[in-house]
T-cell receptor, first 113, second 113 residues
Framework: DTGVSQNPRHKITKRGQNVTFRCDPI?????LYWYRQTLGQGPEFLTY????????KSRLLSDRFSAERPKGSFSTLEIQRTEQGDSAMYLC???????????FGPGTRLTVT | TQLLEQSPQFLSIQEGENLTVYCNSS?????LQWYRQEPGEGPVLLVT?????EVKKLKRLTFQFGDARKDSSLHITAAQPGDTGLYLC?????????????FGKGTLLTVNP
């Protein structure tokens, strides 16, 4: 069990560019979550997948954000036309069985210049 | 909107001291979790408390859930430098098949040798 992995760990991009992050959950975990964490704040829920179905999206997830989990395994989070306010740590978590016990990845830190 | 307030926001102590951090909510959660997050990493689950009045111990850490299931505390005995990190509480609420976590802003603990 290698835990939840996220790539890249760090991303620096210029405003207006598109970025895509990847999350590989723990094997056989059917639930996958994306969170955003800014400095001085706790993680904020963005979206949730059960298998390949995206079941819930936060109103924080603007039209510029899209997430997929095409085969119910890994997931991608894409941000189009990035803005400086998108700078944050993007965390992925997965769970199975006891759904409240979520296992977090190390996150992708995005800096938009 | 369910909000979790954590206090203090920052805490700097010397090795060997005891400390207590608090997590308060205006709403009732089905359970409450405590996480520790180190810089550049994702949160790691420490404990889940479910029953009002419940007390759980994890080595030098003692977690208590309030009788009304709206508040919780974390007490650390004889703190060590390895305890340094961001301590987050998260309320667990069920929405359909999803168990949504609502995080507080955290308490940033520094234990000086």
């Amino acid at each position: 069990d290698t835990g939840v992995s996220q790539n890249p760990r760090h991303k620096i991009t210029k405003r207006g560019q598109n970025v895509t992050f990847r999350c590989d959950p723990i094997s056989e975990h059917n639930r996958l979550y994306w969170y955003r964490q800014t400095l001085g704040q706790g993680p904020e829920f963005l979206t949730y997948f059960q298998n390949e179905a995206q079941l819930e999206k936060s109103r924080l997830l603007s039209d510029r954000f899209s997430a997929e989990r095409p085969k119910g395994s890994f997931s991608t989070l894409e941000i189009q036309r990035t803005e400086q306010g998108d700078s944050a740590m993007y965390l992925c978590a997965s769970s199975y069985g006891t759904p409240a016990e979520q296992y977090f990845g190390p996150g992708t830190r995005l800096t938009v210049t | 909107t369910q909000l979790l307030e954590q206090s203090p926001q920052f805490l700097s102590i010397q090795e060997g001291e005891n400390l207590t951090v608090y997590c308060n909510s205006s709403s009732v959660f089905s359970s409450l979790q405590w996480y520790r997050q180190e810089p550049g990493e994702g949160p790691v689950l420490l404990v889940t408390v479910v029953t009002g009045g419940e007390v759980k111990k994890l080595k030098r850490l003692t977690f208590q859930f309030g009788d009304a299931r709206k508040d919780s505390s974390l007490h650390i005995t004889a703190a060590q430098p390895g305890d340094t990190g961001l301590y987050l509480c998260a309320g667990v609420g069920r929405v359909g098949s999803n168990y949504k976590l609502t995080f507080g802003k955290g308490t940033l603990l520094t234990v000086n040798p």
